[in-house]
Structures are given as C-alpha cells and as structure tokens.
Nanobody, 121 residues
Framework: QVQLAESGGGSVQAGGSLRLSCVAS????????MGWFRQAQGKEREGIAA???????SYADSVKGRFAISQDNAKNTLYLQMNSLKPEDTAMYYC???????????????WGQGTQVTVSS
C-alpha cells in the first residue's frame, strides 16, 4: 500500500515563501509521475505542478514562475518550493503519485492527507 505524507504547510504573509515536502513509502513499484494539488474551501481540486521520473515538469498558469516542483528519488520525497505567495494561494495542498502520467489531472491513484497553507494579506 502506497502512503504519502505531506508536511511544511503553515501560515505566511503575502510575498513570503514555504517549502512543502511529501514522503512516499510502502510501495513496491516506482511511480512514473507525482503531482501537487490544492483545494480551496468551496472550490474544486486544482492541479498545480507535476513531475515525472525523468524530471520533466508541468505547472498551472496560476503558479508558473512562483512555484517549483522537485524530487529526490533516493529519498522518495517530492518537494514544492512556493515563493511570492498570494492570499489566493490559501488552500489545502495534497501530493499524489501514480504509475500513469496524469500530470495535472486529479486522477492519481494515491493521495496524501494534505497540509494547510494560509497566506494573509
């Protein structure tokens, strides 16, 4: 059973930075694609960044140029560096993993429990 555990969320003022981490454990296969999603209250889950095992990445327009996804395959850890945060970035942030390359589509097989990010103006 694959388990994903996010950390690094918190409260920050607009313009600040946070770095999210997602540690994957318990799987007997290696993923092909991992992604970060967020869901604000009352809104649908939004794919914001994804990366495949070859290091190719994709970003939503809403975070392009401000967020950076990276991974350390040796540590089974996915990261999301978030800079120039805005109040509209406030949401629960989730990581996801799958053998299938879903990229920014919320169709991954495995999900973490989420970590809250709150950005105040």
């Amino acid at each position: 059973q694959v388990q994903l555990a996010e950390s690094g969320g918190g409260s920050v003022q607009a313009g600040g930075s946070l770095r999210l981490s997602c540690v994957a454990s318990g799987y007997a296969y290696t993923h092909n694609c991992m992604g970060w999603f967020r869901q604000a209250q009352g809104k649908e889950r939004e794919g914001i960044a994804a990366v495949d095992r070859d290091g190719r990445s994709s970003y939503a327009d809403s975070v392009k140029g401000r967020f950076a996804i990276s991974q350390d395959n040796a540590k089974n850890t996915l990261y999301l560096q978030m800079n120039s945060l805005k109040p509209e970035d406030t949401a629960m942030y989730y990581c996801a993993a799958d053998l299938v390359g879903w990229w920014l589509l919320p169709r991954y097989a495995y999900w973490g429990q989420g970590t809250q990010v709150t950005v105040s103006s």
